[in-house]
């Protein structure tokens, strides 16, 4: 259960937030465990950059980066994001602005609390070994309940009395 809540969280970003970290009125920015993209301006009738060249001008920032995801933006104010990562380590996110084709600079949050680390409880690297363990076996609970409710509606066809044969 607690899987399926973190993996509604990460899928939901904007409702968890609301739920979750509710601010002030009038407060600016994300909640504290969230990060939001920056808004941009969009220019209008110009051209503008597309995945590829969100993703050379991210591998010019951090040359030694592996690029594992590239989201391109649903509203017309929102950058491209582009997931660099190196080793095994949490991928880091650039913003494109792909109007400008520059680099957005990042917003650290300023005396906020670390927050929830979402992605960390839900793929198992926030609790130690246990847990992650714990959402390792979790992961096979869906094949596990195919497999016993195909094989109980087997056995309960097999039971099953024709109809067309007399009782004796």
Request: glycine share 14%.
């Amino acid at each position: 259960m607690f899987v399926s809540l973190t993996g509604v969280a990460l899928g939901f970003p904007q409702t968890t937030q609301a739920l979750f970290a509710p601010r002030a009125a009038g407060a600016q920015g994300p909640g504290p465990g969230f990060q939001a993209a920056p808004a941009i301006e969009p220019l209008g009738g110009g051209p503008t950059i597309g995945a590829d060249g969100a993703v050379a001008l991210a591998r010019q920032a951090k040359l030694d980066a592996i690029v594992s995801s590239v989201t391109l933006p649903a509203r017309p104010n929102q950058p491209i994001t582009v997931a660099l990562g190196s080793g095994g380590e949490r991928p880091s996110l650039l913003y494109v602005d792909p109007y400008r084709s520059e680099i957005l600079p990042a917003r650290a949050p300023q005396g906020r609390p670390r927050g929830i680390d979402w992605e960390g409880l839900h793929g198992g690297d926030a609790l130690g070994p246990v847990w992650r363990f714990l959402v390792f076996l979790v992961g096979f609970l869906p094949l596990l309940f195919a497999v016993t409710g195909v094989s109980m509606w087997f056995k309960k066809r097999a039971a099953r009395m024709p109809m067309g044969k007399p009782i004796a």
